[in-house]
């Protein structure tokens, strides 16, 4: 059972929340705050009481402190709660991603998009939030749309911006290091080939080595590893490999018979889309030409 906190100044917004939370079995207690203050005097109390907090369903735009630096306030905490913006306002999807929020609702709020963020919450508070399927705001020609993670296949650096790639075959930009990007998902699944790369190892669908340079498939494209990140690759795909059971894992790990470099999928000639120095060959020409595509699907949002 989760114990909410609920921050907005605007009363007939808190009051709705508030009971729509408690309507709401997985919820144990849901306690209104008018404001910022009010809420931080709360926090306190609950602190000397030691009781505990799972969650602040926190508005966005108040007077004084504002939601995105409340927010901040609260990573302070030994176990910080959860966060979940809620607000009439879009432009900051990306911010509240920044600082970890869980989810970013938008008033007023539906029922069923709010019982998705309970269980989002119940997740997290259950120490099961890697496995949930997170969702990441991408701006598009002015508005936010929310993709999935599970939905991205790699994504890759450009300046302050990271391009994420879907199993769609779509692309969008978001404005958020990929750094930090890599810290958030690597408990779901996702690892660095390359200073500018991470990928979905889920996705990863051979290995190959040419020249003593690995290159991954991930789809129709073909990511060059780092010679930093190579055996951290190698050695995950070798564990895949073993864990599938195939029968050639018996040479998976070194440089012995069964492919030139003894790994599954390992080829002596380079694939016809990458050359032999690890570049993307066709994938890197596709980017060339559809970056600009990706820009304008993105909105220009760069």
Same mark, same amino acid.
């Given at each position: 059972?989760?114990?909410?906190?609920?921050?907005?100044?605007?009363?007939?917004?808190?009051?709705?929340?508030?009971?729509?939370?408690?309507?709401?079995?997985?919820?144990?207690?849901?306690?209104?705050?008018?404001?910022?203050?009010?809420?931080?005097?709360?926090?306190?109390?609950?602190?000397?009481?030691?009781?505990?907090?799972?969650?602040?369903?926190?508005?966005?735009?108040?007077?004084?402190?504002?939601?995105?630096?409340?927010?901040?306030?609260?990573?302070?905490?030994?176990?910080?709660?959860?966060?979940?913006?809620?607000?009439?306002?879009?432009?900051?999807?990306?911010?509240?991603?920044?600082?970890?929020?869980?989810?970013?609702?938008?008033?007023?709020?539906?029922?069923?998009?709010?019982?998705?963020?309970?269980?989002?919450?119940?997740?997290?508070?259950?120490?099961?939030?890697?496995?949930?399927?997170?969702?990441?705001?991408?701006?598009?020609? =002015? #508005?936010?749309? +929310?993709?999935?993670? @599970?939905?991205?296949?790699? &994504?890759?650096?450009?300046? !302050?911006?990271? /391009?994420?790639?879907?199993?769609?075959?779509?692309?969008?930009?978001?404005?958020?290091?990929?750094?930090?990007?890599?810290?958030?998902?690597?408990?779901?699944?996702?690892?660095?080939?390359?200073?500018?790369?991470?990928?979905?190892?889920?996705?990863?669908?051979?290995?190959?080595?040419?020249?003593?340079?690995?290159?991954?498939?991930?789809?129709?494209?073909?990511?060059?590893?780092?010679?930093?990140?190579?055996?951290?690759?190698?050695?995950?795909?070798?564990?895949?490999?073993?864990?599938?059971?195939?029968?050639?894992?018996?040479?998976?790990?070194?440089?012995?018979?069964? =492919? #030139?470099?003894? +790994?599954?999928?390992? @080829?002596?000639?380079?694939? &016809?889309?990458?050359?032999? !120095?690890?570049? /993307?060959?066709?994938?890197?020409?596709?980017?060339?030409?559809?970056?600009?595509?990706?820009?304008?699907?993105?909105?220009?949002?760069?």
């Amino acid at each position: 059972m989760l114990s909410v906190l609920v921050v907005d100044d605007e009363v007939p917004a808190l009051e709705e929340l508030t009971f729509l939370l408690r309507q709401d079995p997985r919820v144990e207690r849901a306690i209104p705050a008018s404001d910022p203050a009010v809420a931080l005097r709360e926090l306190s109390r609950m602190v000397v009481a030691g009781e505990r907090l799972d969650a602040v369903f926190l508005d966005l735009r108040m007077p004084g402190l504002d939601g995105l630096d409340f927010s901040r306030l609260l990573s302070g905490f030994a176990t910080p709660p959860a966060v979940v913006f809620v607000t009439a306002h879009e432009d900051a999807a990306v911010a509240a991603f920044e600082v970890g929020a869980v989810d970013y609702l938008l008033k007023p709020v539906r029922p069923e998009r709010l019982g998705e963020a309970i269980r989002r919450v119940a997740a997290t508070a259950a120490g099961t939030s890697a496995h949930d399927d997170e969702t990441i705001p991408v701006e598009l020609a =002015g #508005r936010t749309r +929310l993709v999935a993670r @599970s939905a991205v296949s790699y &994504a890759e650096a450009h300046g !302050d911006y990271v /391009r994420l790639h879907t199993t769609e075959g779509k692309n969008y930009l978001v404005r958020i290091p990929l750094a930090a990007l890599a810290r958030r998902w690597r408990a779901a699944g996702f690892i660095r080939i390359h200073r500018s790369t991470l990928v979905a190892v889920e996705h990863i669908s051979e290995l190959r080595f040419d020249e003593g340079r690995a290159i991954v498939h991930v789809g129709d494209a073909c990511l060059p590893v780092s010679r930093r990140h190579t055996r951290e690759v190698r050695d995950l795909f070798v564990r895949r490999f073993r864990e599938a059971g195939a029968q050639a894992c018996g040479h998976a790990e070194g440089d012995g018979p069964g =492919g #030139r470099d003894g +790994l599954p999928g390992g @080829s002596g000639a380079a694939d &016809a889309d990458c050359d032999a !120095d690890g570049e /993307r060959g066709g994938h890197e020409r596709g980017e060339r030409g559809g970056s600009e595509r990706g820009m304008t699907e993105g909105g220009g949002y760069g």
